[in-house]
Nanobody
Framework: EVHLVESGEGLVQPGGSLTLSCAAS????????MSWVREAPGKGLEWISA????????YYAESMKGRIATSRDNARNTLYLRVNRLKSEDTAKYYC???????????????WGQGTQVTVSS
């Protein structure tokens, strides 16, 4: 059975940083491109980053470029997202997702986690 479980800081201050993790199991992790997607209150899903199966290629949404970094540890079947200089607009539920190829179209992903809430507030 496939599992993707996100975890990380739930409440962070504006200007701060956070690191989210996504632990994967039940599928061949290194064979999948992994993405991070978020959903802010009242808004739809927003793709923010992806990383190839071998970790050699990374992709970022223009709106987030320069503030985020994604990485993966295939030995630990774990995906990471680092977000710096947090803003209130970064408040959202963050999901990790697995896809057979790189795509910013979230409907093309094969597996999804349940998401982890991040609130940016002082």
């Amino acid at each position: 059975e496939v599992h993707l479980v996100e975890s990380g800081e739930g409440l962070v201050q504006p200007g701060g940083s956070l690191t989210l993790s996504c632990a994967a199991s039940g599928f061949t992790f290194e064979a999948y491109t992994m993405s991070w997607v978020r959903e802010a209150p009242g808004k739809g899903l927003e793709w923010i980053s992806a990383i190839s199966g071998n970790g050699f290629s990374t992709y970022y949404a223009e709106s987030m470029k320069g503030r985020i970094a994604t990485s993966r540890d295939n030995a630990r079947n774990t995906l990471y997202l680092r977000v710096n200089r947090l803003k209130s607009e970064d408040t959202a539920k963050y999901y990790c997702a697995a896809g057979e190829k790189y795509s910013i179209l979230t409907r093309q992903y094969n597996y999804w986690g349940q998401g982890t809430q991040v609130t940016v507030s002082s």
